[in-house]
């Protein structure tokens, strides 16, 4: 479905970028995981692709091979559970802005790697939010280069093999997380508002209402990815899956053998995505998180207008193995029903038909 064919039946009203944001996020700095046994943790990580930079008692830091200090954080904990993330902010007068926001915290600073100053908010679905300013980077890790392809109207490799080495693909940033959430709209609006981002394209359900909104950073003229966070909408808020750039597909299918070979469990893939264009592959860690290998993923500026879209299991992909049912599967333990019967009465966004039309959808 295009704009145009979908925006005569809309009723509801869509995600749309905020004219005068509170702060315009610069960079997704790391996400923050809790896990009872961070040994498991580092070794699922480090056969992902990640490189630890730091461990203290309670807490692993691991880094790409970017210029950031560190993009996952783990804290020991009795519980897994995914706890937020990190977005770097500009200026100082941004922290003071956000600091002043309903909840959020003083300004305060930071001793994790690169340092910085930090000011901790809550979104709406109770995820925490570190807005972090003067954070120091690092110099890159050397990786290796995109492997020349030979394609039909250009042929760089005469004489000459490819034979990138068999190991964990080296991943260069952290380059989204998807999060599940009940107050969709309340959720979506309070990132727009407050850190500017951008709804690239939203795919929406059959009563117009929202399901998925892809939202990238207001870089200005600057390409930004087409996602850099992106809301479905759930019945709890949870963790969807967080995804990792690497440096070219031969990477992302390394990725798939390794972690195949080394008895981590499939979840999706090798496919190519429709909205953000990225070839992917995902992969669940030892507490069922899924975690994305990418490359070629699209980038917009501030130029490009928000697209509305039909959501369905084939609007996921265009090639490639086709979204298994288990994806997006929720696990009902009695949390989930609690928070299922408990959001169905208080949530705005949750009704009983909407569910059952995803469900339907999504297996
Ligand atoms: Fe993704």
Known sequence: MTAQTAQPTLATAQPARHPQPTVKAQALAHLIFE????DKSARFLGDFGLHP??????????????????????????????????????????????SALPGASVIEALSTPGGGECVRLTDPSGFLVEAILGQQSVQPLPHRAALPLNVVDEIPRINATQRPPIAPPEIIKLGHVVLEVADYQATCAWYTQHFGFIPSDVQVLPDGSPAVTFLRLNLGNTPADHHTLALAQGFMA???????????????GMGQRVLQERGWKHAWGIGRHILGSQIFDYWQDPWGDKHEHYCDGDLFTVEQPTELHAVSPEAMAQWGQRMPKSFTKPVMNFAAVRALLRNLRRSPDVTLRKLVTLARMFG
């Open 53 to 98: 930079v730091r461990r203290d008692a309670n807490c692993l830091y691991l880094r790409g091979t970017g210029s950031a200090p560190y993009c996952y954080r783990v804290a020991q904990a009795d519980q897994a559970r995914f706890v937020g993330f990190g977005l770097l902010v500009a200026e100082r007068s941004d922290l003071e802005r956000l």
């Open 35 to 38: 896990r009872p046994d961070l």
């Open 238 to 252: 949870a963790y969807s899956h967080s995804a990792y750039e690497v440096v070219d597909a031969d990477a992302v």
